[in-house]
Nanobody, 123 residues
Framework: QVQLVESGGGLVQAGGSLRLSCAAS????????MGWYRQAPGKQRELVAT???????NYADAVKGRFTISRDNAKNTVSLQMNSLKPEDTGVYYC?????????????????WGQGTQVTVSS
């Protein structure tokens, strides 16, 4: 099994910055894609940013130029630097790991999710 633990959420004023971090633990050989999703009240969960093991990055249009995703493949961690935050960035942010290869070389059949961390941006 794989566990994802997020940290770094909180309350910030519009225009401020926050950094989210996520660490994956368990018997992990590698993770293909790690990323962040968010869910605002009354809305569906949406992609924020993902990053492949080969350093390919994908961002939602709403966060391009403001958010930066990074990861450490050796440590199985992923971070999200969020700058110029807006009230519409408010929500619960979830870490995601997809394409896990376990220590026994078997491939995982499903993505893993963290428990979520709250980000609140006040106007």
């Amino acid at each position: 099994q794989v566990q994802l633990v997020e940290s770094g959420g909180g309350l910030v004023q519009a225009g401020g910055s926050l950094r989210l971090s996520c660490a994956a633990s368990g018997s992990i050989l590698s993770i293909n894609v790690m990323g962040w999703y968010r869910q605002a009240p009354g809305k569906q969960r949406e992609l924020v940013a993902t990053m492949s093991r080969g350093n390919s990055r994908n961002y939602a249009d709403a966060v391009k130029g403001r958010f930066t995703i990074s990861r450490d493949n050796a440590k199985n961690t992923v971070s999200l630097q969020m700058n110029s935050l807006k009230p519409e960035d408010t929500g619960v942010y979830y870490c995601n790991a997809d394409g896990v290869v376990y220590g026994n070389f078997l491939r995982g059949r499903r993505p893993y999710w963290g428990q979520g961390t709250q980000v609140t941006v006040s106007s």
